[in-house]
């Protein structure tokens, strides 16, 4: 009878010129040595007297190898074929792949009626920068609210409460996906994960003056262009060279809240912000990319802590730009048309001027309002300020 393997001879065997299979002492159990180097486990036996061979490539070494080796025996003598059961396992193992939460998050963003979102693409960054590292691997049936739960406090200590709930309704959304696809998933949710309420979220915030001057002077063309145009960060960030004609952009409806193309005349200001003129698929604020700029919350905290300003977010700076709409003397309607907003009513049946030539004027009334901010001495200097001509 041959000798048992040792865990010692396992881990420093040498390779031969062929393959090589090594007893383990009669057990049935055999060391598999490739001329290559890769090792692997073997059972031979007999499955109602005909030899049969059962891999073990499970076996994370020869001691797991052996209890491999003694359940296939064992079930090789009672007539059941050892091979099924790997057999099985393996399709279990697929399946569990197969659903595990990062494989339904793609059956969910390739759905028609996701790519149809404007959002789509923050969802896929969300999923692939914060949610997947922590429960992607996760067979979704297996996930369980305290996962979940932890992911969120993960989250919002990281990143915030309000980054922490557009997460959840990502994960909220993704799960419902799956139930509605599934017989007997429950989705492992409840009211009341929310990290702020709506109340909480909703904002008043404007920038002073003296924020306004320290954020320009900060010298971020994107910033700089967002005040002057007063546009979601989202349309500017995805602003094509195509997009731009002379001095009117058009952002197309497909980008557009609203659904609908819109025409917005820049003022001379905003157009000396924009670099050289790229191709018409290249984005204007990151040529080169082949994917718009998207860290907003980075950009932000840079900027705050090069100027010492705090508390204000992105959004801020919209409507800092709708209240300076109103400061130059714009009208409340004009002024809503400039940012995109739409008439309401029976004024938006009826309603068909364009208002291209108003809403001109407005932008150009915007960019002398932030020159003069911008300009200006701040409050309490001893600089004089010489009378206008």
Not at 239 to 268: C, F, H, Y
């Amino acid at each position: 009878m041959s000798k048992r393997l040792t865990a010692k001879f396992v881990e420093h065997v040498k390779p031969g010129e062929s393959r090589r299979e090594i007893p383990d002492g009669g057990s049935g159990l055999y060391l598999v040595v490739q001329p290559s180097g890769h090792t692997s486990f073997i059972t031979r036996t007999r499955l109602n007297s005909v030899p049969i061979k059962v891999t073990h490539h499970q076996a994370a070494g020869l001691a797991e190898a052996r209890v491999l080796n003694a359940e296939a025996i064992k079930q090789a003598r009672t007539g059941i074929d050892p091979r099924n059961a790997k057999k099985l396992a393996k399709a279990q193992r697929l399946i569990s792949e197969a659903t595990t939460f990062a494989a339904v998050t793609e059956v969910y963003l390739s759905s028609d009626k996701v790519k149809k979102l404007r959002s789509v693409d923050q969802v896929r960054d969300r999923l692939e920068r914060i949610i997947l590292p922590m429960i992607g691997d996760t067979p979704i049936a297996d996930l369980k609210r305290s996962q979940i739960t932890a992911l969120l406090d993960y989250i919002e200590k990281r990143r915030g409460p309000v980054q922490a709930d557009r997460c959840l309704s990502i994960i909220s959304c993704v799960l419902n996906f799956h139930a509605k696809r599934t017989d007997d998933f429950i989705v492992p949710l409840c009211r009341g994960m929310n990290r702020t309420s709506n109340k909480e979220r909703a904002r008043d915030r404007i920038l002073t003056d003296d924020e306004i001057r320290k954020i320009w002077n900060y010298g971020n063309a994107f910033l700089r262009f967002l005040l002057l145009v007063g546009c979601r960060r989202n349309e500017a960030a995805g602003m094509q060279w195509r997009e731009i004609d002379g001095d009117v952009w058009t952002l197309p409806a497909s980008r557009n809240k609203v659904k609908t193309d819109l025409a917005r005349p820049l003022s001379r200001l905003a157009i000396s912000l924009l670099p050289p003129r790229g191709h018409d698929d290249e984005f204007v604020f990151r040529p080169g990319s082949d994917r718009p700029f998207n860290s907003f919350d980075l950009l932000v905290k840079k900027v705050q802590a090069a100027t010492g300003t705090s508390d204000w977010w992105i959004h801020d700076i919209r409507r800092t730009a709708r209240s300076l709409l109103s400061k130059a003397g714009i009208s409340a309607d004009i002024a809503e048309l400039a940012l995109g907003h739409v008439l309401k009513g029976v004024r938006a049946t009826y309603e068909r001027h364009d208002y291209s030539g108003e809403r001109r004027q407005a932008f150009e009334a915007l960019a002398r309002e932030v020159e003069r901010i911008t300009t200006d001495p701040p409050k309490g200097s001893n600089v004089r300020q010489l009378k206008r001509a």
